[in-house]
C-alpha cells in the first residue's frame, strides 16, 4: 500500500494489507488482509513544486524485511560482490552485513536447494514462486554431510531467503547432499521472526565524537575501483586530545582485505571543526559521481551568524568534489582559478544536506536540504550554482519559500496539512537514491527520499527528458534515516536496522 500525492491534487489512497505466507513442517498457512478506501483532498496551494496539502490522516505504510540489526546505521553501501558495508553512527564501528545481501546464490548445492523447496511449495500450495528473488542467504560452514560424507540424519545447511528459511537435511543416507526429509518434501520452509536473519562482522573500528545528533560516523562510499584495489571511505568526526566540546570532521579510506579494514588513511582532514555549542550540521555523505570523483556534502555546522555557506572561502555549506587518491580538489571544479576560493567547492548555498543521489542518465545531483523548521527543499544541483542559504528566510515564516535567493529548489517538503512556508511543517529529508524501477512494477523510475520525521520513504517522479519537474510524489513506505538502491531493490535503515523492500508489499 502506498500513497500518491499530487501536485495539483492528492489522489485516491488506496490500502492494501501485504498477503503473506507461511509454510512450515509441511503446514500452509496463507493468510491475507486487505482493505481500501478514497479519499478526496484539495488541491495545492499554490506553491508549483510543493506536495499538495491534506487534513487526512496519513495510512499506516508498508514496511520491509529486518536483513540485519545495527544502532544507527545511518550509511550503508554495496560493493561490487554484493557485500552490504554500514556504518553505526555513535559506536564507531563500520561493518559487514551477514547475510550477503541481494545476491543470488552461484553455489550448485544452494542453488539445487532453493530450487527444490520452491518447487516443493508450489506442490503443496497451487502457488507458483519459481521466479522469487532470493533477497538474502547464508550457506553457513558446511559440515561433511555437504560434501557427500556425512551422517544419515545429519542437517547440512541453511539458506536464507526473503521471509523463509530453508532447511536442507541428509536424513536418508550418507553420501548425499540433497535428499527428501521423512515427511517427503525436498526441504521445508519456515517462517523466520524479522530480526533474525542477519547478522554482522566488524570491519573497521575508529573512534568517533558522537557528542550531538548529527555527529559520530556519518558516510560512507565504496570506490568504483573497488574490484581491484579494496577501498572503503568514510566520512566522521573524531574527538580533539584536550577539547570536550568540538570535534574534527575528516574523510578516511581503509582497504578491505579478508573483510577487515586496513591500512586507515586520512585523505581529507582540514575541514573547520564542529560548532562548540552543538555538533549540528555537519553533514553528510560520501558519493562517487559518474565522473569518478569523490563528491562530500558538508552542513552549515550550525554557524548561521557567520553565513559561512555563502563564503566560497570556507568548505561549509557546500557540496565538495574531491580527487580519491588525496582529497584534494578535483580537475574543472567551477571555482578551481578563482583567488581566495576553496577550489574544492562544487556547488553552494546550502544549510543541512545530509545526503545526495545522482541520476543514472544525466549525472546530475539531486540533494535536498533542510530548513530551519520550513521550508524544507530538493535541489537539483548544478556546477558553481548558489542554492540561497542564508538568504532573507531563516526561522520566520515568508509568503513562499521560492525567491528567497540563489536558485530556486524544484521541490518543497512538506506535512500534511501544512504549507511549506509555515513553521513546523518539515520533514527533516535525509536519506536519498535513484531508482530505476524495473523489479517494482507497481512503480515508476524516480528518486527516493527517506524523511526523518514522520518516517517516510518517498517516491519523486520528474518528466523527461530534462528529470527537473516533479510530475508526482508518492509515499511508498517507512523509513527513518538512510535509502539504497542496489540491483534494482530498495533497502534502507531505520535505527535498528538495515530494511530490504519486496516488491509485493507495495500495493497500489
Given at each position: ?51 499538495a496539502?491534506?487534513t ?31 556504518t553505526?553512527?555513535t ?11 541481494g ?18 511449495y ?14 538474502s ?5 558446511w ?6 560424507l556425512?551422517?544419515?540424519g ?5 539458506v ?5 528459511r ?37 570491519f ?14 556519518l558516510g ?31 574523510v ?16 581529507v582532514?582540514?575541514?573547520?571543526t ?12 560520501l ?15 550550525e ?8 563564503d ?54 539531486y ?11 530538493l ?17 520566520r ?5 521560492l525567491?528567497?535567493g540563489?536558485?530556486d ?11 511549506p ?7 527533516a ?26 518516517d ?5 517522479e ?47
Open positions: 500500500m502506498y500513497v500518491k500525492r499530487g501536485l495539483s491534487t492528492i489522489g485516491a489512497m488506496r490500502l492494501h494489507a501485504l498477503v503473506t505466507t507461511a509454510l512450515f513442517a509441511g503446514v500452509l498457512a496463507l493468510v491475507s488482509l486487505a482493505c481500501s478506501g478514497d479519499t478526496d483532498t484539495p488541491p495545492s496551494t499554490g506553491e508549483p513544486t510543493a506536495s496539502t491534506s487526512q490522516v496519513e495510512p499506516t505504510l508498508p514496511v520491509g524485511t529486518l536483513l540485519v540489526e545495527a544502532s544507527q546505521p545511518v550509511a550503508f553501501a554495496f560493493t561490487p560482490d554484493g557485500r552490504l558495508f554500514f553505526e553512527r559506536t564507531g564501528e563500520i561493518r559487514i552485513a551477514r547475510p550477503t545481501s545476491q543470488t546464490p552461484t553455489d550448485p548445492q544452494v542453488q539445487q536447494a532453493i530450487d527444490l523447496a520452491k518447487a516443493d508450489g506442490q503443496v500450495t497451487g502457488v507458483d514462486i519459481a521466479d522469487m528473488d532470493v533477497v542467504w547464508t550457506a553457513r560452514e559440515p561433511d554431510a555437504c560434501l557427500g556425512g551422517e544419515a545429519e542437517v547440512c545447511t541453511e536464507i531467503t526473503l521471509g523463509y530453508i532447511v536442507v537435511s541428509v536424513i536418508d543416507s550418507a553420501g548425499a547432499a540433497v535428499y527428501r526429509t521423512d515427511e517427503g518434501s525436498v526441504a521445508r520452509l519456515e517462517t523466520i521472526r524479522a530480526g533474525t536473519i542477519g547478522t554482522s562482522d566488524l573497521a573500528a575508529v573512534d568517533v565524537f558522537p557528542g550531538g545528533p548529527e555527529c559520530g560516523l560512507i562510499a565504496v570506490d568504483p575501483d573497488f574490484e581491484t584495489n579494496g577501498y572503503i571511505y568514510v566520512y566522521l568526526t573524531q574527538p580533539i586530545p584536550g577539547d570536550d566540546v568540538r570535534s574534527q570532521p575528516r578516511i579510506r581503509y582497504t578491505d582485505v579478508n573483510g577487515e579494514g586496513t591500512e586507515p588513511t586520512v585523505i582532514e582540514d575541514l573547520p564542529t560548532n562548540p555549542a552543538i555538533c549540528g550540521h555537519v553533514g553528510g555523505n558519493h562517487f559521481g559518474q565522473d569518478g570523483y569523490l563528491y562530500l556534502s558538508l552542513g552549515n555546522n554557524r548561521t551568524e557567520d553565513a559561512v555557506a555563502a566560497l572561502s570556507s568548505p561549509l555549506g557546500k557540496i565538495l568534489r574531491l580527487n580519491k587518491e588525496d582529497g584534494s580538489a578535483a580537475p574543472g571544479n567551477p571555482f578551481e582559478n578563482d583567488p581566495g576560493v576553496d577550489p574544492r567547492v562544487f556547488a553552494y548555498g546550502l544549510r543541512n544536506t545530509y545526503d545526495f543521489a545522482f541520476h543514472p542518465t544525466t549525472g546530475e545531483i540533494a535536498p536540504d533542510n530548513g530551519p523548521g520550513n521550508c524544507d527543499e535541489n537539483l544541483i548544478r556546477a558553481g550554482s548558489d542554492y540561497g542559504v542564508p538568504g532573507s528566510l531563516r526561522i515564516e515568508p509568503e513562499s519559500c525567491g528567497l540563489g536558485t529548489p524544484i521541490h518543497l517538503f512538506t506535512r500534511v496539512g501544512r504549507r512556508e509555515q513553521l513546523a511543517s518539515n520533514m529529508p535525509a536519506g536519498v537514491a535513484y531508482l530505476e524501477a524495473d523489479r517494482y512494477p507497481t512503480l515508476a523510475d524516480g528518486l527516493l527520499v527517506c524523511l526523518f520525521n514522520p517516510i520513504l518517498q517516491l519523486i520528474f518528466a523527461a527528458p530534462e528529470f527537473d519537474t516533479v510530475l508526482r510524489v508518492t509515499d511508498i513506505a517507512d523509513c527513518e534515516i538512510n535509502v539504497e538502491v542496489w540491483e534494482g531493490r530498495i533497502y534502507y535503515s531505520r535505527s535498528d536496522g538495515i530494511y530490504v523492500l519486496p516488491p509485493e508489499a507495495l500495493v497500489p
